[in-house]
């Protein structure tokens, strides 16, 4: 199992997935949330993790232990992305914006990099559906999907070592 086709691959879908969030917001003139930008530091977490595994080509140990790294990185996003959905359906209770569009924005993250990471929109405000689903479900599907192809990469990993140390 090549570790680097892995992880490379595991960096290419969280970038293939903010390529659309900013053809999204530039194009479509969809504007992110606060909670739209916190998902989207997720997926850049995950592709940066994925890049360094990549980059370095570690051993089975290091490949599950980077695995793990993904997969919390990938339940991180998860969170931020239930949470999205529940103010989609709860639209009273809202996203705390004036509180947490001020601290996202405040972050480095959005004054280096305004055009990836500038929050100002509404989180309650519901988009066009894409095959029926809401963009912050999409998230929650891929964060998910990340998850469990991390855990999968991590327990092969883990039994590569395991092989690799009885023999």
Same mark, same amino acid.
């Given at each position: 199992m090549n570790s680097r086709r892995v992880f490379a691959g595991f960096a290419l879908i969280p970038l293939a997935l903010l390529a659309e969030a900013l053809i999204l917001q530039h194009v479509k003139g969809q504007i992110p949330c606060p909670l739209c930008v916190l998902q989207r530091a997720g997926f850049v977490l995950v592709a940066l993790i994925a890049l360094t595994a990549a980059i370095q080509r570690p051993g089975p140990r290091g490949a599950a232990g980077y695995c793990a790294a993904l997969a919390l990185g990938a339940l991180a996003g998860l969170g931020v992305a239930m949470r999205h959905v529940w103010v989609l359906y709860h639209p009273k209770f809202g996203c705390g914006v004036d509180a947490l569009e001020q601290t996202v924005n405040g972050l480095p993250t959005a004054r280096l990099l305004p055009w990836l990471f500038? @929050?100002?929109?509404?989180?309650? @405000?519901?988009?066009?559906p894409i095959l029926g689903l809401?963009?912050?479900e999409w998230s929650a599907v891929w964060f998910f999907l990340l998850f469990l192809a @991390?855990? $999968? $990469?991590a327990a092969k990993y883990l039994s590569a070592a395991r092989a690799a140390a009885a023999a």
């Open positions: 500038r @929050a100002s929109g509404e989180c309650s @405000a519901p988009h066009e809401q963009l912050p @991390a855990i $999968f $990469f």
